[in-house]
């Protein structure tokens, strides 16, 4: 018996996985492969606000030791700079899938989750107390499922959850191939979109990107796909002998219509597929799973009603839309043809403009991410800038305050001047001094509060003044109600 059954073992869940280890629920990963070895790496990449969160949980440098950090974000390859980002990550990080996932696991290892390998979740039956996991080899029982097992989610189409969306207009193969002969290097453009193949310094193999000429191909890919694919854009496969690893992706774009059925839920691919382009698929499906992780725990304890993971759909469901909207339009501009050069060039001149660059940048990093909790400061909803704060202890960043994940109220003003007694075991109350300005991506400067009530995820629950006013209330909807205090006689 677990409190909670992860299926699938990729970075969304093992996001997660850590998220609910954290909040010290018992959890436990079903993992199809025997290895964390992926063989090849389809996806790679971390945003600035994925690279954020790893930092809200002190693990960001695992990331950056490895990867290769990059000053900018791409919308259907124009370059945007984002090096005047408020962010300490104004930048994305290049770092295959494997090693974030091998990292990640690392992590989770640390943080004691058993993880089933080598077996596959086969179905499920669901009950008022739980849910039995049917598994490859035996079953088992858990209070909450969650598929995280990508696009093709058993999870999800055994829950009856429907994936609407459109079907795929563009199927690409991706490589490590070996040639017998020297390949013309670099990229191409035709109207299927866009080709490249690049030498691998360390191994001498070439790393393959290119489109099929027939879309929406299924199945696994063969060599003779590949040597094909290749052929229709160069007029030769260069002498190709070998693949380490071949993976075919398409355009297709859906998403879940709920992401929970009672006591099932999904995240990441299983919750939403899209073009690669942009790089945003691994980084939302991260995303989720912080946003999930602390809520799910908060139900698991008793601490919060099992409606609070209501908020889970409606809150992370219109930012993976977002994400397919922008795919679909990334993935549009990639093909050629003078109108689509046309568009094209319009596009790179608008994103060369302040606003326009800013705007669309912040989306695809996913700083500019804003969930509806109401009317209020502009900080509401928002994630928390990563402020140098300055305390009794000595200095602090806001984002080591959250390394175990537990929410805060920090006040900027009186000390001592909020008291959240009845929620003492669950926020911290942190009094801190700051001096500078305020600023998020796209709004800019903002107006300090003087206080504010920080989720476990680095979203903003709450930002007043210094009274009381709104939050009890805030802090009793996303924390749970306050508990009995037992004050002493006088």
């Not at 954020?52 to 791409?74: K, N």
């Not at 290097?185 to 290119?210: A, F, M, P, Q, T």
């Not at 175990?404 to 075991?425: C, H, M, Y």
């Amino acid at each position: 018996m677990h409190a909670v059954v992860i299926a699938g073992g990729g970075p969304t869940g093992l996001m997660l996985a850590g998220e609910l280890a954290l909040a010290g629920v018992d959890v436990a990963i079903v993992e199809r492969r025997a290895s964390q070895d992926l063989n090849g790496s389809r996806a790679g990449g971390l945003h600035s606000r994925t690279i954020e969160v790893l930092d809200q949980r002190g693990i960001a440098d695992r990331f950056l030791s490895q990867g290769t950090v990059i000053q900018a974000a791409h919308f259907s390859r124009i370059p945007l700079d984002i090096s005047d980002f408020p962010s300490r990550h104004p930048y994305a990080l290049g770092l295959w899938q494997d090693r974030i996932e091998e990292t990640l696991a690392c992590w989770v290892g640390e943080l004691g989750v058993p993880v089933y390998r080598g077996r596959e979740v086969t179905g499920f039956a669901r009950d008022d107390g739980g849910v039995d996991v049917e598994l490859s080899d035996g079953r088992l029982r858990a209070e909450f499922l969650v598929g995280c097992d990508g696009g093709r989610s058993l999870i999800r189409k055994a829950a009856g959850i429907e994936f609407p969306g459109w079907d795929p207009t563009t199927s690409s193969l991706v490589a490590e191939a070996e040639m017998g002969e020297e390949p013309e290097w670099g990229s191409r453009r035709d109207d299927k979109g866009i080709h490249e193949l690049r030498k691998l310094e360390d191994s001498g193999r070439v790393r393959v990107l290119v489109r099929e000429q027939q879309a929406g191909q299924t199945g696994e890919p063969t060599l003779d796909d590949l040597s094909q694919a290749i052929t229709a854009v160069w007029g030769s496969d260069y002498g190709l002998r070998g693949a380490t690893w071949i993976f075919r992706f398409t355009d297709v774009t859906r998403q879940a219509a709920c992401y929970r059925d009672r006591r099932v839920l999904l995240a990441g691919d299983a919750a939403h597929v899209h073009s690669a382009i942009g790089g945003q698929g691994l980084n939302t499906g991260v995303q989720d799973a912080v946003n999930l992780g602390w809520k799910l725990a908060q139900v698991v304890s008793g601490t919060s009603p099992e409606s609070l993971l209501d908020t889970y759909h409606a809150e992370r469901h219109p930012v993976a839309a977002r994400v397919l909207r922008n795919t679909m339009a990334q993935t549009a501009l990639t093909r050629s043809g003078e109108r689509i050069d046309a568009l094209r060039d319009t596009m790179a001149e608008l994103l060369g403009m302040d606003e326009p660059r800013k705007r669309i940048a912040a989306m695809i990093t996913g700083l500019d991410i804003h969930y509806d909790l109401g009317e209020g400061h502009p900080l509401l909803g928002r994630r928390m800038p990563d402020l140098d704060l300055v305390t009794a202890g000595g200095p602090l960043r806001v984002f080591t305050l959250l390394h175990q994940a537990r929410p805060v109220l920090l006040n900027l003003g009186q000390p001592g001047g909020f008291d959240i007694t009845p929620w003492a075991d669950r926020v911290q109350s942190v009094d801190a001094h700051h001096v500078g300005t305020w600023e998020l991506p796209v709004l800019g400067a903002v107006t300090a509060p003087a206080a504010v009530l920080i989720r476990p995820d680095g979203y903003v629950a709450w930002a007043g003044d210094r009274t009381y006013l709104g939050l009890p209330g805030a802090l009793t909807t996303w924390f749970g109600p306050p508990a009995a205090v037992t004050r002493p006689l006088t």
